[in-house]
């Protein structure tokens, strides 16, 4: 195809872009979509990332904490920091779950939103520990978890087993997120870690308020806390109850954190993040110019 330039997504992709990209000829450019070690790929593969990261044309990480990482674990000297962008509204497509049908069924009026897949990296089990505690103090509240995954029979058993029947639901994989945003009063991210947590920038960005736990990596860059939304500690389940509390029983602070969360519409706009991977492309292939 002979490209101007070739774009490598996950380590083990970047590796043979890598090799490729040298015997070709083609400039190159790795990326890295998760918080590497966050999710360790083998002794082989951290070995072949050292050695051949350097023969990239250039590397991209989603995070000022990833671009670091990167930087004292491979021989890369320059990597750029290119977040993800966001689309609003969300665009839809199947399946779409109507979110009338499945809060008609249960017994709060206002609803708590989180999305993502049913597994250990979501940490939705501490979500569902936390909200057992505030559903006694906040009956007009109900959660409704999005997504799908191995866990999803370990994640119901629990929620019934804390007396949660008619107060949760997962309504599994939707395509219509946009709706359940356009719908929810509060939005819960509880993940382990992430690479850049692109619920989080769509809930922001439909003007939803946001309780979120500073795992690795990603919400430090989108949230500042008390201004667009509320960071708590990792591994502290009071602070995640207390924040939730917070936001559950006060309106206007719903409000004035959903005000500024509609900030990164134009910050993380798709022709934003797209200018940055222009300049990128166009600092590579001067360098290779000259």
Known sequence: ERPD????????????????GRLAGVPTIGSERVHPPAMPIGRFWEVARRSTYPLLS??????????????????????????????????GHRPRVACESVLEALHGERLLLAVGRLAYQKGFERLLNAFADLAPRHTDWSLVILGEGSLRGCLTEQATQ???????????AVGNVGEWFAVADAYVMTSRFEGFPNTLLEAMAHGVPSVVVDCLTGPRELIETEVNGLLVPEDDPTALITALDRLMVDPDLRMRLATRAIEVRKKYSVEQIAAHWEHEFQFITHRICQ
């Open 5 to 20: 330039i070739a774009i490598g997504m996950m380590p083990t992709a970047n590796v043979t872009l890598a090799v490729a």
């Open 162 to 172: 804390l007396g949660l029947d008619g107060y949760v639901a997962f309504p599994g």
């Open 58 to 91: 250039g590397l991209v990480a989603q995070t000022s904490d990833s671009a670091k990482w990167l930087q004292a674990n491979t021989r890369v000297k320059r990597i750029a920091v290119i977040p993800n962008p966001v689309q609003y509204p969300l665009p």
